[in-house]
């Protein structure tokens, strides 16, 4: 059984059809990349995953349990499933200690002694232990990046959803957040990672995702999507990222 | 592209040819300020006759007068530094070359304007001790009788007491309703929408209605309805209703505005951590919101601060209310004056303090 099964999803925004039809599944400790050109649907299905947005049709499983749909406690679902954001989206007016410490004090219901613990941890793996006490305009892009990680984390989920999450970075600050998702992956934590740093996909992920029109178009390991991919609008998206030397 | 570019005529830049002193401007300053001396003289001669023949005589009256005879002259100090400007922008442009006689011009120029800044102020009050002094001091009299002011101030400050008593509560309530009603106006989903229009019905009529027809509705109207539990209230508890319920509408929309303000990622990244609505609310978008509402809210408390002048209408006595009394009593008005000092005295401190206290919450979010 998958550990999230997505069964042909659709989403729109009024009359504009942004996943159609659209089925995927990721496995425990699996690695999952989704590439493919902007306004794709890229985005909408990861905030589908944990319920940011709503679907129009079709179901999604996670241990084989519906998690899409009316009625679905979207708080509850939301604890085990953490998302990080392009644009970091950390909370301006709490320090990093602050930012990681809410949700599981709040939602969690740790004590705030135990939820501190728990973040000087993570952040001291990630080498921001320094940072804790700063506030979030003071830290470079890099730096805000991987607090919002350690934030996620800070939920303890099941799964992680990265919505391309260099994007708003400087090249030079890139690797600093990829080394975190590269360890993570090394922990077998169960990722989804939409992206444009391909030759990181294909680094760290087992299956890669090719999203075109709202659809999974092609998928399958890395070295065959990179290497050989068999239909006409991978290789033509792959061709175009290549010569804007961005693989 | 190159030939295009090569066969063009040679272009020069042309900013302006050799500058000249600013002897114009120079002798306009020099003029005005001559002007406004003879005008503070003579001003200071009437004030000076004013006060002896109303009696006040000796020694400290001619030291007044030679206090403001000499701050009169202070002009003399910003013409003298036009002045020294001008000559060296002369001696520059006499030296022929371009560069330095355009920063003795600018330099000529700026100390003219200083100058001419520091006339128009003396000018200013000039205007106003003139105003004041005018028919035999008539002005100076109905407005700021100093004998009658300080004979009726413990007065007028007792009275003012309760305009201080009905703000400050009305603060408290409007600061909390204010918070409900726009947390309703922004009540999510379909089981929010009879909230909703609840919340923005009130909005609008209480916004739409003036505050002292308000006042008089619920301080007169109130009592007279007789219904057991209200009838038996203070006149200032239904003047402190009329008022929050008034600049409660106002308030709502102010936080309402502040919210919306939060862009909706914050409010996506705190659901999904798991927050509920009220949680991302609570924690997340309503502190930051408040920081983008203080100035507004400032604004409106300043605005209901004066507007406790208006429950006048329903017969508390509150500062108004009382220098009222006190100008029918008198004939004279300085008791009303009394109370707009006493009015401007309180708002300055706060926009003071506030900014300040923005100023240092903002030094502790931003990067340095």
């Given at each position: 059984m998958a550990f999230i099964d997505i069964r042909d999803i659709s989403k729109r925004y009024g009359d504009l059809p942004?996943?159609?039809?659209l089925s995927l599944t990721v496995e425990e400790h699996q690695v999952v990349s989704i590439i493919g050109p902007?306004?794709?649907g890229k985005s909408t299905l990861l905030r589908c995953i944990n319920g940011l947005e709503a679907i129009d049709d079709g179901e999604i499983l996670v241990h084989g349990e519906?998690?899409?749909?009316?009625?679905?406690d979207v708080n509850a679902l939301r604890r085990d499933i953490g998302i990080v954001f392009q644009g970091y989206?950390?909370?301006?007016?709490?320090?990093v200690l602050g930012n990681v410490t809410l949700a599981p004090v709040?939602?969690?219901?740790?004590?705030k002694a135990a939820a501190e613990e728990r973040a000087m941890a993570l952040l001291a793996r990630f080498g921001l232990a320094d940072k804790a006490?700063?506030?979030?305009?003071?830290?470079s892009g890099g730096q805000q990046q991987r607090v919002a990680i350690v934030r996620a984390l800070a939920m303890d989920p099941m799964v992680l959803l990265l919505d391309?999450?260099?994007?708003?970075?400087d090249p030079e600050l890139v690797s600093e957040v990829l080394g975190i998702v590269r360890k993570l992956a090394q922990d077998g934590m169960t990722m989804v990672l939409a992206t444009h740093e391909m030759g990181f996909a294909r680094e760290v992920s087992n299956k890669v995702c090719f999203l075109c029109d709202g659809a999974v178009h092609e998928e399958g390991t890395p070295e065959r999507i990179?290497?050989?991919?068999?239909r006409e609008r991978t290789r033509a998206f792959l061709s175009s990222i290549r010569d804007a030397k961005r693989i | 592209m190159a030939e295009i570019f090569d066969s063009a005529p040679v272009r020069r830049l042309n900013i302006g040819g050799m500058p000249a002193a600013p002897t114009a401007l120079f002798l306009t300053a020099l003029v005005l300020a001559a002007a406004i001396l003879a005008a503070s003289l003579y001003t200071i001669e009437i004030l000076r006759a004013a006060l002896l023949q109303n009696?006040?005589?000796?020694?400290w009256v001619f030291g007044l007068s030679a206090l403001l005879a000499i701050a009169s002259f202070l002009i003399a100090l910003p013409l003298a530094r036009a002045f020294a400007g001008w000559r060296d922008a002369r001696h520059a442009v006499k030296?022929?070359?371009?560069v330095a006689p355009r920063a003795a011009r600018a330099q000529a120029q700026a100390r003219c304007w200083i100058a001419l800044g520091a006339v128009f102020a003396q000018f200013v009050v000039v205007l106003l001790a003139q105003f004041l002094l005018a028919n035999n001091q008539a002005v100076a009299r109905t407005f700021f009788f100093v004998p009658l002011m300080a004979d009726t101030f413990p007065l007028v400050l007792k009275a003012f007491w309760i305009n201080v008593e009905i703000f400050t509560v009305t603060e408290i309530l409007v600061l909390v309703w204010g918070l409900v009603v726009a947390l309703a106006m922004l009540a999510p989903g379909a089981a929010g929408r009879p909230l909703r229009l609840i919340a923005s019905t009130y909005v609008d009529i209480f916004r739409a209605v003036p505050a002292v027809l308000m006042i008089y509705l619920v301080g007169f109207g109130v009592p007279l309805t007789g219904v057991p539990l209200f009838k038996d209230m203070s006149l200032v508890t239904f003047v402190i209703v009329a008022l929050t319920l008034t600049v409660g509408a106002y308030t709502a929309e102010i936080y309402r505005a502040g919210i919306l303000s939060i862009h909706w990622s914050q409010a996506a990244a705190a659901r999904s951590l798991g927050l509920t609505h009220m949680q991302a609310l609570r924690h997340v978008i309503v502190p930051q919101a408040v920081r983008q509402m203080i100035p507004p809210l400032l604004n409106e408390f300043i605005a209901l601060q004066k507007d406790t002048a208006l429950v006048s209408v329903v017969g508390v006595i509150d500062a108004f209310n009382q220098s009222m009394l006190i100008a029918t009593n008198h004939y004279n008005l300085s008791a009303a004056t009394s109370v707009a000092l006493l009015f401007i005295l309180i708002s300055i401190p706060q926009s003071h303090l506030l900014e300040r206290m923005m100023q240092r919450d903002r030094a502790r979010l931003r990067a340095r």
């Open positions: 942004v996943i159609n039809r902007s306004g794709s519906r998690v899409s749909g009316p009625g679905v989206n950390l909370f301006p007016h709490m320090s709040k939602v969690l219901k740790l004590s006490k700063e506030y979030p305009d003071r830290l391309e999450i260099t994007s708003a970075l990179f290497g050989h991919p068999t | 009696g006040f005589a000796g020694w030296r022929n070359d371009m």
